[in-house]
Every structure is written in C-alpha cells, then in structure tokens.
C-alpha cells in the first residue's frame, strides 16, 4: 500500500502565548555549574534574543531547549505543560526546531533532496520504495518561495547556494516540518554584511508568521534589528532580561561587551600622565 504524502504537523498559537517557559532552570556538569537561575520565557511571534561571549552558557541554554541534555534544576514548561526531554526527537514532537551553524545539510545534494533529508516522500515503505521526487521538488520550490527565497535551480546542489542562502533554506523547513519554535545558532556568525542581513530578513519573517524565535548571537547590533525581547548571559546567569522597548542599543553593547569590566580595562590601558 503506497504511503501517504507526509503532512505537516501545525500548531496554530495566538501571538503572545508563552511557548516556552524556564523557570529556575540550571544545569551541572559534575562540579561545574554551567546555567544557574535562568528564567525565559518564548513566546508566540516574538523573537528573543540571547546574547553572550564564550563559555556564557548559550551552548548549554540550547541544548536543553533541543533535548540533547537535561537542566538540574528548576522546572521547564512546553504549553503550560512540564517537560523534561530526553532526546532532540521529543523535542521536534513539540514542535522544537534547531538550525545549527553546521546546517545538518549535504552539500553535494540537490536543495530539495537537503529540504526533505531524513522526511523524504516515498511511494511505499522506505528505503526500497522510490522517492516521490516530483512531488518533493514542488513542495520544496513552494515553500521557499514562500519565505520569499528563490533559488536559480531546485536541483543545484545546495553548496553552490550562499551561506545566507543556505540558512534561509534550513529555516523555511523547520517551519514547514511544523515548527513553533525555532532556535537559531549564530545563524549571522560566518556571514558578511549583505548575507546577514538575508538572514535577519527571514528571522522576521518567521516571528511574523507567528513563531516563537529563539536568536542566539555574540552581535548585539544584529540582535536589536530583530529582537523583541534580550537575554545577556555571562558565567552561566541572565545579566540582563529586558524587552526592546527597555533597552537601547548602547546598553545591549555595553552589557554584552563585558560592561563594568570593559570600563575597567579601558581605564588600565590608558597612558599615563
């Protein structure tokens, strides 16, 4: 009997419902304590903004979102709901996606082949049976086009496409697998002016289609272009919780540029009198 074409699972929020909610939540690693106290909450078109140098605690904050580790401590809602996921699987059921900064992409395959990896269309039970691959080409261009990305050929392979490119293609589908929220990996990391601002336009595009956007980056001005809400980590603690409207810019920079201790070691390398 021939399989169903795969359908999309959608989870319809109203803006502003808490998609996520971590309260208290903490993570340890033997002795060391990587997240302590972190309260956030993920809302339904709205992005946030989560902001820190190395070792802030981002990685580890990202991985508990996604399932790849548990927190320690506090508590984690999905939908008002606890949860404690224990695999990336469980995570995508509540419909979690992660864009990595490696994509989880193949670089000589087709672009619709990278859209679908791992969720082809078959025409029986995968994998003797033949991929739907008419089928899948449709749904791919369709969707890409959707979020206003239009590749020179479906069927190019996807490492000819730029790195703005590339991204704009992992975020179109997450959404169209069914995600509600999606987490972004220093998506703007490896990129140039022009290819960044690519990506910023298709993160908006993406809170206003009513997801809720987790943004991790180290660049604050890229951050405020799109961010509703800021989170700065530093050793594992918030340093600054605040929406958009209550942060300026320079504030941003200054909390994420090290603050106090930025001041401080300017002061130290000034020359003497």
């Known amino acids: 009997m021939a399989a169903t074409v795969h359908e999309r699972v959608t989870f319809p929020s109203a803006p502003g419902v808490p998609l996520i909610q ?13 997240l302590r106290g972190i309260d ?17 605690g981002k990685s580890t904050l990202i991985k508990i979102i996604a399932g790849l580790h548990q927190h320690s401590e506090g508590v984690m ?6 949860v404690r996921f224990r695999s990336p699987r469980e ?25 679908f990896l791992g969720s082809e269309l078959t025409a029986g039970r995968f994998p003797l049976a033949p991929l739907k691959s008419r089928r899948m080409r449709e ?14 050929d479906i069927d190019q392979p996807i490492g000819e496409l730029s790195g703005g490119q590339r991204q704009c293609v992992a975020i179109a589908r997450a959404v169209y697998f069914g995600a509600r929220v999606l987490i972004l990996d220093e998506p703007t990391a ?9 990506v910023l336009k298709y993160i908006a595009a993406a809170r206003n289609a009513g997801l809720g956007v987790v943004f991790i980056t180290h ?13 700065v980590l530093k050793l594992g603690r ?23 201790e930025l001041a401080e070691l300017s002061h130290e390398l000034r020359p003497g009198p």
Request: include cysteine; aromatic fraction near 4%; hydrophobic fraction near 45%.
């Open 40 to 56: 956030m909450t993920v809302r339904a078109g709205e992005v946030t903004g989560v902001l820190g140098d190395n070792g802030a």
């Open 190 to 198: 490896a990129l140039g002016v022009k290819q960044s601002g690519v």
């Open 238 to 260: 918030a340093v600054l919780d605040k929406a958009r409207e209550d942060v300026p810019l320079d504030e941003l920079t200054r909390m994420m540029a090290g603050g106090d």
């Open 77 to 82: 809602r999905v939908d008002g709901r606890r």
């Open 219 to 231: 660049n604050p001005h890229h951050a405020y272009m799109v961010a509703d809400h800021f989170i």
């Open 91 to 115: 995570a995508l059921k509540h419909g979690i996606a992660t864009v990595h900064q490696d994509l989880a992409m193949v670089g000589l395959m087709e672009v619709w082949r990278n859209f």
């Open 22 to 34: 971590m309260i208290d939540v903490g993570k340890c690693y033997g002795a060391v304590r990587a």
């Open 139 to 152: 749904i791919a261009d369709g969707e890409l086009r959707k979020m206003g990305v239009v590749v020179k």
